[in-house]
């Protein structure tokens, strides 16, 4: 998960106090709380039997964050619509970043292993789940390029998924910012590039009904607590369509920024067109 850096000239609308609220936002974010310190728990002892008898693989406590997921939108009443399937070639996941909520749509879909930067380790609450999670966390600077590609070589021998959001920052949830190349570089090492993929994947929200189209989109000064707060409180809520496209085989592409504007062409082709309204950016 990203800082939202990316910004509009358009403010989103004010949150308005709506009934109920602070109710639902209860009956919600209690059981939501509970799953995910229960799980938690389980997949750190899940975890320590993996290290005696399976190593770094995570075969059995990967299954957590997805039932999380699943279950976190059920509660939330966020209607979960799926297009393709999760490709079954060892390699990597990239999709557009418009929220928070991101993580639990991408893990619900499918059993992968988020790549984020490295202050997120550091943050309260979300850094311990994360690295429990197996977040691989890099630092942005060229000079850790060769420990990112042992490291990104190391997991995908495994088995592991890896899934990053080229854009490097959250947006409105009605746009795709310009993908940027310096993560695919990796996978054009030789020791990966004959067998590894890219799978292209859409995350397109619709508001709930009466709101503004980019009711959960995360970007510019906006606040985590807030944000999370404002959708919880939600009297209605909207849903979220997932496309996978084709994956792209590395060996067929000439480099890194090839396959960073083929998988933005393709992340793109899975959203409508963005409203007139909002294209003031």
């Known amino acids: 998960m990203s800082d939202p850096m990316w910004d509009s000239k358009i403010p989103p609308a004010e ?8 109710w639902r936002m209860v009956r919600r974010g209690v059981p939501i709380l509970v799953m995910i310190v229960l799980c938690l728990v389980l997949m750190m002892l899940t975890r320590a039997v993996e290290r005696l008898f399976k190593g770094a693989r995570r075969p059995w406590s990967s299954v957590f964050p997805r039932f999380v997921s699943r279950n976190a939108l059920r509660l939330l009443g966020i209607g979960l619509e799926v297009t393709g399937q999760p490709m079954r070639h060892h390699g990597a996941v990239v999709a557009n970043h418009s929220a928070w909520l991101d993580i639990f749509v991408l893990n619900a879909v499918q059993r992968i292993f988020f790549v984020s930067k490295a202050e997120v380790a550091n943050w309260a609450g979300i850094g311990p789940m994360a690295k429990a999670a197996g977040t691989v966390f890099i630092k942005r600077d060229r000079k850790d390029a060769a420990v990112q590609k042992q490291m990104f070589e190391e997991r995908l021998h495994m088995g592991h998924k890896l899934l990053f959001f080229p854009e490097g920052t959250s947006s409105d949830g009605l746009r795709v910012l310009p993908f940027k190349p310096t993560l695919f570089a990796a996978f054009f090492a ?9 799978q292209p994947v859409s995350v397109a929200y619709v508001a709930p009904t009466g709101e503004e189209p980019r009711f959960y989109g995360w970007w510019g000064n906006m606040e985590f607590v807030p944000s999370l707060i404002k959708v919880f409180k939600a009297p209605r809520q909207g849903h979220v369509h997932v496309t996978f496209h084709d994956p792209i085989a590395v060996a067929d592409v000439d480099d890194r920024k090839e396959m960073a504007r083929l998988c933005e062409q393709a992340v793109r082709s899975g959203l409508p067109e963005t409203p007139k309204e909002y294209l003031d950016v």
């Open 15 to 22: 949150v308005t106090p709506v009934a109920g609220g602070t």
């Open 190 to 198: 030789p020791e990966l590039r004959d067998e590894v993929y890219v």
